[in-house]
């Protein structure tokens, strides 16, 4: 089925229950406390991958949460 919204999916921290964020000013992944400053996917695939690379070098793989339209 296509629709003319893309999917949009974010990470979230199962040990804090926020969101990862990409800081504006030095660029570092860094936990959110919101979802309008969470990190946004468009592919599920993108998203997995970035949570697996996060996991091996945080040592906490977080969750891939997909987002209403």
Not at 2 to 11: G, H, M, N, P, S
Not at 37 to 55: C, E, L, N, Y
């Amino acid at each position: 089925m296509l629709t003319k919204y893309a999917e949009r999916y974010v990470l979230r921290t199962s040990s804090a229950g926020g969101y990862l964020g990409v800081n504006a000013v030095d660029q570092h992944i860094e936990q959110q406390p919101s979802l309008d400053k969470a990190w946004i996917f468009h592919t599920h695939d993108g998203a997995v991958t970035h949570a697996r690379w996060i996991g091996e070098v945080h040592g906490e793989t977080p969750d891939v949460v997909k987002l209403d339209q």
